[in-house]
């Protein structure tokens, strides 16, 4: 069985005001190439396909129409998408049904029966080329749900046990299913415990780290997305895999931007993982790649050159603040050149970093979790360090106030 995978496209992000539908276009483009050539068996969408909840009529639009063409660019295939912790869940069922009708699967929340009990069925979805075909393997869909907001399956399992639960109750079933020894695939949009996060901007919305384990190991690949940095990570339960983002989402994204190739011949074997790069017609350009005093980050500014639009973040060294004229420059010159201009980047000297209690910049802050920030506050303000207890409460209100902005 062969799939593509792809997660994290955050369609309708704009970078520091600038608007990105042309990358995004070009990215879809691509995919739709890259689909009709390999022609999979299924591609899967591990999550965050729009930025936001509120996703412009421009860019719902873009999303249906590229959708529509990968779905006739690969007749066959089976498409699943699942939610991620930036889509709306219920937004991005909404033609669904619709979607279905084209063998195209969209997952956005955990789907229950007229009795409120969870139909775990919608979440296995044999991989066929027609309806009559026999599978060539199964997909387990899990869009993002808040670890305590999975459903109770047996009537008495803890909160804290459903999530684990829910993920291998689905794996126990597709098991019965596949007598015939077919690859499984699992999705999820989640943090697991020991991934690479550098370049993961927090703001887009931290998550708690999973232990891979509670996820079960009845599949042979596992679809992650979330983490926007491309991995493999060594897991006793079977192959996992971020594919990254398609195009960076922030600067601090490093490596290729890619989609995965994945190629399972049966059941318990290892999955082939191969990468296709993607093209970003708008590179997100540092200067200089090491911090320098504003004058000589600006110098560096002038004589860059490219032959592409391009993002500009100035990387500037500075003990204190910088004089507010500074991002005028930078952003004029940048526009002069035809680049789009960003922010500039404070990176404080070496010397400066170990006293904790300098003020913060609007990146510095922006790179804390809420928790981060109470602790600070707490530890600041109490001199001693946040008890365990708190950091809990903290997570936890945390984890509601987001699922009401849901
Ligand atoms: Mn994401």
Redesign the pocket.
């Known amino acids: 069985m062969k799939i593509i995978h792809t997660s994290?496209w955050?369609l309708g992000q704009t970078l520091y005001g600038h608007d990105r539908t042309e990358e995004q276009t070009a990215f879809l483009n691509q995919l739709v190439e890259i689909v009709r050539k390999e022609q999979p068996d299924a591609l899967v969408v591990s999550?965050?396909i729009f930025h936001t909840s509120t996703p412009s009529s421009t860019i719902q639009k873009l999303y249906t129409e590229h959708l529509l063409r990968i779905r006739q660019a690969a007749p066959t295939s089976t498409i699943v998408v699942t939610a991620?912790n930036?889509d709306s869940a219920s937004k991005l069922e909404i033609t669904s049904s619709l979607w279905q009708h084209f063998g195209v699967y969209i997952i956005g929340q955990i789907h229950r029966n007229t009795d409120g009990t969870a139909d775990l069925s919608h979440h296995i979805i044999p991989v066929r080329p027609t309806p009559e075909s026999a599978p060539k393997g199964f997909i387990i869909a899990v869009p993002h749900v808040y670890p305590y907001n999975f459903p109770d399956l047996t009537g008495d399992t803890p909160r804290e046990q459903r999530q684990e639960a829910f993920f291998k109750t689905l794996q126990t079933i597709t098991d019965q299913l596949n007598s015939d020894n077919l690859p499984v695939v699992l999705m999820a949009h989640l943090t697991v415990t020991g991934s690479d996060q550098t370049g993961h901007d927090l703001s887009?919305g931290g998550m708690d780290s999973i232990d891979i384990r509670t996820l079960g190991n009845g599949y042979d690949y596992l679809a992650l997305?979330?983490i926007?940095g491309q991995q493999t990570l060594s897991s006793p339960c079977g192959t996992a895999r971020y594919c990254g983002?398609p195009i960076p989402?922030s600067f601090d994204e490093k490596g290729i931007h890619s989609v995965s190739l994945v190629e399972i011949t049966a059941h318990h074997t290892h999955p082939k993982i191969q990468t296709i790069p993607i093209q970003n017609p708008c590179p997100l350009h540092t200067l200089p790649t090491t911090p320098l005093p504003i004058e000589e980050a600006l110098e560096a500014l002038r004589n860059f050159s490219t032959t592409d639009t391009a993002y500009i973040r100035l990387n500037v060294l500075a003990e204190n603040f910088l004089n507010p004229n500074a991002q005028e420059q930078a952003s004029e010159l940048s526009r002069q050149k035809g680049y789009r201009f960003c922010y500039i980047h404070i990176q404080r000297p070496e010397s400066k970093l170990q006293n904790q209690h300098h003020a913060l910049t609007v990146q510095e802050l922006r790179k804390k979790s809420p928790v981060d920030i109470a602790r600070m506050y707490y530890e600041d303000t109490q001199n001693t360090n946040l008890p365990e207890d708190f950091t809990t409460m903290i997570q936890e209100a945390w984890h509601q106030i987001q699922e009401e902005n849901n």
């Open positions: 994290d955050h999550g965050d991620g930036h887009l997305g979330h926007h983002t989402v």
